[in-house]
């Protein structure tokens, strides 16, 4: 048998009905790269349309790609794809963590591990290298994932690496997660896991990665990617000014300065200038408790955390001893939404309570942030929040709730900021307490079950962009059209950074604009920050682009919180990256030589397949009006403070039109050949990706475009 490097070669395959565990071929799937499109191209196969998240016939599919495990910087991320609870369709998508679960799944021989049927009794799926075994959990089912990955540990060693769901999961609430580690989390398909009675997934790997190429040219590229690496998200300018740094911005994830401490790390450790030419001093880069959290944390830092082979360490790992006052362990970890989705169902902010002062905002935080880890319960990308406040601003819980589930919620500590109210709300959620709890089943259950009408839709402050329920996730407040656009092909939040990478970099526009001409086009690809002009050709090559390297990194698997590289912070390079590199590791990894056009390509054709796969389990071919729409916020004119209507693509708004957003959508339909008509994939456009199966199968069902 011929050598595979990059991948393990072998996908581990689990009936939990039947028991049956067998292995298949991971590289019949090469043409879909790896992780998601692997995935896609398994649940296009093997799950049939008309199947429900919570049916034992839906599968859940955790995969890696060819660059985890070797060493590729930020290439720790496990994609995890199945069908969606809260898609009203039960549309297919993906959730991803970081974390060590990825590549000690490929050192313990496996790239993905394929999980169907349901058990009839709790159960965990323990996998030592290629020893694999399905063990009762019965014992475990009832706990909060702290404790079920220390009962892992407990019979695979302090090195194993766990997955697993808490009681959301287990009660399958549509809003749950599945995590791994301290804090990281794959958000919506923790139910999924539930429904099947598997409660975690343990790996120990002893093996490691065959790499095709000279250890030299390795090593190479290796250092170059790190000489043009930034903070979290690609930020490549400092927040304050520096003597190497030729601008700053105040609102930078490169937080680091002289004076700022990782404050209670023993000693106290001070992040210093990190200039760019000191590869020792990246880690230190991104000190993100102060930006997630505020000033306050610096003292609570311990350090920063991440995932395997990442050196940017963007997880904020804290020692909160007034934690120890509720029963909760003082050390909490997370980043980004993790903090902030907890502190959003606090919609009137975490005022001055129980006796924590200034810090009361960190405290309850934090206590928030332990709970929704512990139960599991997914935030949805802060929605949950949103959704919470909405219902309460318009009377909604007064109107569906029994009269005495009402009175027995303590709404005076959430209206005057009092943290312990997430005690309650957490516990009420992830246990499907009355009727109150249904807030757990995602926003388009809501609006059906209660009767939300235009109006919650519409309502700008609710950040939902379709009415499937996605929340905004870097929209059209981010890049104009080119934000807007990637909002729309998701069946659940974008969770796309490709772009944001890239326009996030907080270099000056005019540098921003130079470099998008030289990989778009035309510098009107990008426009000014809140200075929008109308779409043009370029803004959707953008989004085509952002879109394809979005499923690329998510098939890689590399983090899309890094990747891609398109900037650096290097002066002498005239602060360009490089948006080859993924091809160039994933050439040096396989030996199966790839362009960077050529990968990009290979991305294509898994989107194109991702898109077919949506027609297939709406049944309805024409995307554009029942996928792809947007709410009515989004194009409104927003009005000045004399009540007049500020006209879009006039400085200060970011807001749209319908017929420049209707141009749009069919500018990007046209980057991959889809109809522009329905925005459907046509018989054409899918066997140029070499998915002509895939359209006889939508002509069977009429679900080509005519």
């Not at 959290?293 to 395997?308: F, I």
């Not at 080119?482 to 996030?504: K, P, T, Y």
């Not at 970099?505 to 001409?517: H, T, V």
């Not at 046509?682 to 895939?694: D, F, H, I, P, Q």
């Given at each position: 048998?011929?050598?595979?490097?990059?991948?393990?070669?072998?996908?581990?395959?689990?009936?939990?009905?039947?028991?049956?565990?067998?292995?298949?071929?991971?590289?019949?799937?090469?043409?879909?790269?790896?992780?998601?499109?692997?995935?896609?191209?398994?649940?296009?196969?093997?799950?049939?349309?008309?199947?429900?998240?919570?049916?034992?016939?839906?599968?859940?599919?955790?995969?890696?790609?060819?660059?985890?495990?070797?060493?590729?910087?930020?290439?720790?991320?496990?994609?995890?794809?199945?069908?969606?609870?809260?898609?009203?369709?039960?549309?297919?998508?993906?959730?991803?963590?970081?974390?060590?679960?990825?590549?000690?799944?490929?050192?313990?021989?496996?790239?993905?591990?394929v999980?169907?049927?349901?058990?009839?009794?709790p159960?965990?799926?323990?996998?030592e290298?290629?020893?694999?075994t399905?063990?009762?959990?019965?014992?475990?089912?009832?706990?909060?994932?702290?404790d079920?990955q220390?009962?892992?540990?407990?019979?695979?060693?302090?090195?194993?690496?766990?997955?697993?769901?808490?009681?959301?999961?287990?009660?399958?609430v549509?809003?749950?997660?599945i995590?791994?580690?301290?804090s990281?989390?794959?958000?919506?398909h923790?139910?999924?896991?539930?429904?099947?009675?598997?409660?975690?997934?343990?790996?120990?790997?002893?093996?490691?990665v065959?790499?095709?190429?000279?250890?030299?040219?390795?090593?190479?590229?290796?250092?170059?990617m790190?000489?043009?690496?930034?903070?979290?998200?690609?930020?490549?300018?400092?927040?304050?000014?520096?003597?190497?740094?030729?601008?700053?911005?105040?609102?930078?994830?490169?937080?680091?300065?002289?004076?700022?401490f990782?404050?209670?790390?023993?000693?106290?450790v001070?992040?210093?200038?990190?200039?760019?030419?000191?590869?020792?001093?990246?880690?230190?880069?991104?000190?993100?408790?102060?930006?997630?959290?505020?000033?306050?944390?610096?003292?609570?830092?311990?350090?920063?955390?991440?995932?395997?082979?990442?050196?940017?360490?963007?997880?904020?790992?804290?020692?909160?001893?007034?934690?120890?006052?509720?029963?909760?362990?003082?050390?909490?970890?997370?980043?980004?939404?993790?903090?902030?989705?907890?502190?959003?169902?606090?919609?009137?902010?975490?005022?001055?309570?129980?006796?924590?002062?200034?810090?009361?905002?960190?405290?309850?935080?934090?206590?928030?942030?332990?709970?929704?880890?512990?139960?599991?319960?997914?935030c949805?990308?802060?929605?949950?929040?949103?959704?919470?406040?909405?219902?309460?601003?318009?009377?909604?819980f007064?109107?569906?709730?029994?009269?005495?589930?009402?009175?027995?919620?303590?709404?005076?500590?959430?209206?005057?900021?009092?943290?312990?109210?997430?005690?309650?709300f957490?516990?009420?959620?992830?246990?499907?307490?009355?009727?109150f709890?249904?807030?757990?089943?995602?926003?388009?259950?809501?609006?059906?079950?209660?009767?939300?009408?235009?109006?919650?839709?519409n309502?700008?402050?609710?950040?939902?962009?379709?009415?499937?329920?996605?929340?905004?996730?870097?929209?059209?407040?981010?890049?104009?059209?080119?934000?807007?656009?990637?909002?729309?092909?998701?069946?659940?939040?974008?969770?796309?950074?490709?772009?944001?990478?890239?326009?996030?970099?907080?270099l000056?526009?005019?540098?921003?604009?130079e470099?998008?001409?030289?990989?778009?086009?035309?510098?009107?690809a990008?426009?000014?920050?809140?200075?929008?002009?109308?779409?043009?050709?370029?803004?959707?090559?953008?989004a085509?682009?952002?879109?394809?390297?979005?499923?690329?990194?998510?098939?890689?698997?590399?983090?899309?919180?890094?990747?891609?590289?398109?900037?650096?912070?290097?002066?002498?390079?005239?602060?360009r990256?490089?948006?080859?590199?993924?091809?160039?590791?994933?050439?040096?990894?396989?030996?199966?030589?790839?362009?960077?056009?050529?990968?990009?390509?290979a991305?294509?054709?898994?989107f194109?397949?991702?898109?077919?796969?949506?027609?297939?389990?709406?049944?309805?071919?024409?995307?554009?009006?029942?996928?792809d729409?947007?709410?009515?916020?989004?194009?409104?004119?927003?009005?000045?403070?004399?009540?007049?209507?500020?006209?879009?693509?006039?400085?200060?708004?970011?807001?749209?039109?319908?017929?420049?957003?209707?141009?749009?959508?069919?500018?990007?339909?046209?980057?991959?050949?889809?109809?522009?008509?329905?925005?459907?994939?046509?018989?054409?456009?899918?066997?140029?990706?070499?998915?002509?199966?895939?359209?006889?199968?939508?002509?069977?069902?009429?679900?080509?475009?005519?």
């Amino acid at each position: 048998m011929a050598q595979i490097f990059g991948y393990s070669g072998k996908i581990l395959r689990v009936d939990l009905t039947t028991g049956k565990i067998s292995t298949d071929e991971t590289l019949k799937y090469k043409d879909f790269i790896g992780g998601e499109g692997m995935s896609m191209k398994i649940m296009w196969d093997e799950v049939d349309p008309g199947t429900k998240a919570y049916d034992a016939e839906n599968k859940i599919i955790f995969g890696t790609g060819p660059l985890c495990g070797t060493g590729v910087p930020c290439s720790g991320r496990t994609n995890i794809t199945s069908l969606l609870p809260t898609s009203p369709f039960n549309g297919v998508s993906s959730s991803h963590m970081g974390g060590y679960f990825a590549t000690e799944l490929k050192y313990a021989g496996w790239d993905m591990i394929v999980v169907e049927g349901k058990a009839a009794n709790p159960v965990w799926l323990r996998i030592e290298d290629e020893k694999v075994t399905i063990e009762d959990a019965r014992w475990m089912w009832g706990k909060g994932i702290f404790d079920t990955q220390a009962m892992v540990a407990s019979f695979m060693g302090k090195e194993a690496q766990a997955a697993a769901i808490g009681q959301a999961g287990e009660n399958m609430v549509n809003l749950s997660v599945i995590r791994t580690g301290a804090s990281h989390s794959a958000g919506g398909h923790g139910g999924v896991m539930g429904s099947k009675k598997l409660k975690a997934i343990g790996v120990r790997g002893t093996g490691s990665v065959k790499i095709a190429g000279d250890r030299k040219d390795w090593m190479e590229l290796d250092k170059f990617m790190m000489s043009i690496i930034g903070a979290n998200n690609q930020m490549v300018v400092p927040t304050t000014p520096q003597p190497w740094a030729e601008f700053s911005d105040k609102s930078s994830r490169w937080t680091a300065r002289k004076g700022l401490f990782w404050g209670a790390a023993n000693p106290p450790v001070e992040t210093g200038e990190c200039n760019p030419k000191d590869m020792q001093s990246v880690g230190l880069r991104t000190q993100k408790a102060i930006f997630d959290l505020g000033p306050g944390a610096e003292k609570y830092t311990v350090r920063m955390g991440g995932c395997s082979h990442c050196p940017i360490r963007c997880h904020s790992q804290l020692k909160v001893p007034q934690l120890e006052k509720y029963g909760m362990d003082p050390y909490v970890a997370n980043t980004c939404v993790g903090w902030s989705g907890p502190r959003g169902v606090m919609f009137n902010g975490i005022k001055d309570f129980d006796g924590h002062g200034e810090d009361s905002n960190i405290v309850g935080n934090a206590i928030g942030t332990t709970l929704a880890d512990d139960y599991g319960v997914w935030c949805n990308y802060a929605q949950i929040g949103r959704d919470l406040k909405y219902c309460w601003d318009k009377g909604v819980f007064k109107r569906v709730l029994p009269a005495d589930e009402y009175a027995s919620i303590p709404w005076e500590k959430l209206v005057k900021g009092d943290a312990t109210f997430l005690i309650d709300f957490y516990d009420r959620v992830a246990f499907k307490k009355g009727e109150f709890s249904h807030i757990g089943d995602g926003s388009a259950a809501i609006a059906l079950r209660w009767g939300l009408g235009d109006d919650y839709w519409n309502d700008k402050n609710g950040k939902l962009w379709t009415r499937g329920g996605y929340p905004v996730h870097h929209s059209n407040e981010a890049g104009a059209q080119v934000g807007a656009l990637i909002s729309c092909f998701s069946n659940r939040d974008a969770q796309n950074h490709s772009h944001m990478n890239f326009i996030g970099s907080k270099l000056p526009i005019k540098i921003q604009k130079e470099i998008a001409g030289e990989i778009f086009g035309s510098p009107d690809a990008l426009d000014p920050p809140n200075d929008y002009k109308p779409m043009n050709t370029f803004k959707a090559r953008f989004a085509a682009w952002a879109l394809k390297r979005s499923i690329l990194h998510n098939s890689l698997t590399v983090c899309n919180w890094m990747w891609p590289m398109s900037v650096s912070h290097d002066k002498e390079r005239g602060y360009r990256g490089d948006t080859g590199l993924e091809a160039k590791f994933f050439s040096l990894a396989t030996g199966i030589k790839m362009t960077e056009k050529e990968l990009d390509e290979a991305a294509a054709r898994c989107f194109t397949l991702f898109r077919a796969i949506t027609v297939r389990q709406m049944g309805d071919a024409d995307l554009r009006a029942g996928h792809d729409h947007m709410n009515k916020w989004i194009t409104k004119a927003d009005k000045d403070k004399e009540g007049k209507e500020i006209p879009q693509f006039t400085p200060g708004t970011i807001q749209m039109t319908e017929e420049d957003m209707a141009l749009a959508q069919t500018m990007l339909y046209r980057e991959f050949g889809w109809d522009e008509k329905t925005g459907a994939p046509t018989r054409a456009s899918l066997e140029m990706y070499g998915l002509a199966g895939v359209a006889e199968d939508l002509a069977r069902r009429k679900l080509l475009p005519s």
